[in-house]
């Protein structure tokens, strides 16, 4: 069974930052591209970063130079640093497979931010 459970939000000041983290399991993970995913208030769910198997990254426009993405396969978990928030970062953060997997959402994580 596929688990993937996401850590780390909480409300943060304009500027600020967060470390959200995703632990995986029932997939074999060393081989799985995953990404980051956020769904703001009224708005439809969109892809945020992505990091391939072999550790290439990429980002969304609204995100690079701003966001991080890594991956530690030793312990199976994915994480997004978050820096120079800003209001419109507020959202539920997911992660998933690298194109998602509709039957892999959990519940997220909420990152709030405030002006």
């Known amino acids: 069974q596929v688990r993937l459970v996401e850590s780390g939000g909480g409300l943060v000041q304009a500027g600020g930052s967060l470390r959200l983290s995703c632990a995986a399991s029932?997939?074999?993970?060393?081989?799985?591209?995953m990404g980051w995913y956020r769904q703001a208030p009224g708005k439809q769910r969109e892809w945020v970063a992505g990091v391939a198997s072999g550790g290439y990254t990429y980002y969304a426009e609204s995100v690079k130079g701003r966001f991080t993405i890594s991956r530690d396969n030793a312990k199976n978990m994915v994480y997004l640093q978050l820096n120079s928030l800003t209001p419109d970062d507020t959202a539920v953060y997911y992660c998933?497979?690298?194109?998602?997997?509709?039957?892999?959402w959990g519940q997220g994580t909420q990152v709030t931010v405030s002006s």
């Open positions: 998933n497979l690298s194109p998602a997997n509709r039957a892999y």
């Open positions: 029932g997939i074999i993970f060393s081989v799985s591209d």
